[in-house]
């Protein structure tokens, strides 16, 4: 099976702009999960999804969102980008219900200028 | 609120030699799961071992063995004739265990450990 994969892997962008990450679950998994890593504050939970609903959320501000389509895939979007969030966003993927085994991509790393 | 700690942000070890990484937590939850993920320098994000805390057994995979201390709170992870491959920051997680209304799920980790093994 493949793993989790995550599109782009790499990403420059400016202050002010909006991006778009992609995330494609191991296949037969509905919960996707997204975290962002950085060197100051560590791993920190942005949201989770399943069956195209969003259960859990993180202490986050409305710049970030996100979504799951009827495939499980997800997208997150960041507008209005700050210095603060260059960072590597990871997603993961669940084959439980309740997302108790977590499976990670390989992230995207956003850089902001 | 849960917190995760990890007091060694750095250790050593040589290869074929046993090391052992601590990793305490703080709940007030009695059914949770706690993790220990690996991430080499090439950042995938892999997951070494899950521990139940309603399971009093020890989990075991391979080399890698956990001693889970309940009523410490604490979940340390051994690991067992190193490997150059174990070179890698090691993070502990906790996850609440999902109720009734599905208001939890996430992981929360701790700042990491990073682990290398000398040749």
């Known amino acids: 099976k493949a793993g989790v994969t995550q599109t782009p892997r790499y990403l420059i962008k400016t202050r002010g702009q909006q991006v778009t990450l992609s995330c494609s679950p191991i296949?037969?998994?509905?919960?996707v999960s997204w975290y962002q890593q950085t060197p100051g504050q560590g791993l920190q939970f942005l949201f989770e999804?399943?069956?195209?609903?969003?259960?859990n959320k993180g202490n986050f501000p409305g710049r970030f969102s996100g979504r799951q389509f009827s495939n499980s895939r997800s997208e997150m979007n960041v507008s209005t980008l700050e210095l603060g969030d260059s960072a590597l966003y990871l997603c993961?993927?669940?084959?439980?219900?309740?997302?108790?085994?977590?499976?990670f991509g390989p992230g995207t790393r956003l850089t902001v200028l | 609120a849960q917190t995760v700690t990890q007091s060694q942000p750095e250790m050593s070890v040589q290869e074929a030699e046993t090391v052992t990484l601590s990793c305490t937590y703080d709940t007030s939850e009695n059914n949770y799961y706690l993790f220990w993920y690996k991430q080499p320098p090439s950042r995938q994000m892999i997951l070494v071992i899950r521990?139940?805390?309603?399971?009093?057994q020890n989990a075991t995979e391979n080399r890698f063995s956990v001693n889970f201390q309940k009523a410490a709170k604490s979940f340390s992870l051994k690991i067992s004739d190193s490997q150059l491959g174990d070179t890698a920051m090691y993070f502990c997680?906790?996850?609440?265990?999902?109720?009734?209304?599905?208001?939890?799920?996430?992981?929360?980790f701790g700042k990491g450990t990073k682990l290398s093994v000398k040749p």
């Open positions: 993961a993927s669940s084959p439980t219900s309740d997302g108790n085994e977590q499976f």
């Open positions: 997680a906790f996850m609440k265990q999902r109720g009734y209304g599905g208001s939890q799920g996430n992981l929360i």
């Open positions: 521990q139940e805390a309603y399971k009093q």
């Open positions: 999804y399943f069956s195209e609903t969003q259960r």
């Open positions: 296949s037969g998994h509905r919960s």
